[in-house]
């Protein structure tokens, strides 16, 4: 921990409690007239009224992302929240693509060269393969495949390990120099 931290530089803790002059960032509010120097550097952008309230950030099951736009990125605002736990993917947002499919085939005739009284249906097989075939690459374009699933919701997050995060609530005062 910095021994002389920035008023509002916020650090990941491994500690189950939120040390002197440091608070966790759980969104609670403060008031103001108890912590102006906080209250001049981060205003209202996490909430509170601005009058006699302002709110910590809440960084609670989230990722901390930088503000503004990297090449090809979205644009984020400093204190903007957004994502989700959970989504329902549906199959528009599913790149297009196909899957390979394996099958038996055989090269040699079958053992029945009569298929009189033989109809599909009727349990006697009209061909029959003499020996194990080798598996075959097949034309995905030929073959259907229904959809599976179920509709539901699925975790949206990777693998993760939850720790506090804290904001110094005295310290130093930055310059913007």
């Known amino acids: 921990?910095?021994?002389?931290?920035?008023?509002?530089?916020?650090?990941?803790?491994?500690?189950?409690?939120?040390?002197?002059?440091?608070a966790f960032c759980d969104?609670?509010?403060?008031?103001?007239?108890q912590n102006t120097a906080l209250f001049s550097l981060i205003?209202?952008?996490?909430?509170?009224?601005?009058?006699t309230t302002l709110a910590l950030p809440d960084l609670r099951g989230r990722a901390a992302?930088?503000?503004?736009?990297?090449?090809?990125?979205?644009?984020y605002r400093l204190g903007e929240k957004g994502g989700q736990e959970r989504v329902t993917l549906n199959t528009l947002e599913i790149p297009q693509h196909n899957h390979s499919v394996r099958s038996l085939a055989e090269s040699?005739?079958?053992?029945?060269?009569?298929?009189?009284?033989?109809m599909l249906a009727s349990g006697t097989p009209i061909y029959r393969a003499n020996t194990p075939a080798d598996d075959v690459d097949m034309d995905p374009s030929m073959i259907r495949q229904?959809?599976?699933?179920?509709?539901?919701?699925?975790?949206?997050r990777p693998p993760f390990q939850a720790l506090n995060y804290i904001i110094a609530l005295v310290g130093v005062f930055p310059s913007r120099s």
């Open 1 to 22: 921990m910095p021994a002389n931290p920035f008023i509002a530089q916020v650090i990941p803790f491994a500690g189950n409690f939120a040390p002197r002059g440091w």
């Open 43 to 51: 205003g209202t952008i996490y909430g509170g009224d601005g009058r």
């Open 108 to 118: 040699r005739g079958g053992n029945l060269t009569d298929p009189g009284g033989n």
């Open 27 to 33: 969104g609670q509010l403060l008031p103001i007239s």
């Open 65 to 75: 992302i930088h503000p503004g736009r990297g090449p090809g990125l979205s644009t």
């Open 146 to 156: 229904n959809n599976v699933g179920g509709g539901q919701a699925h975790e949206n």
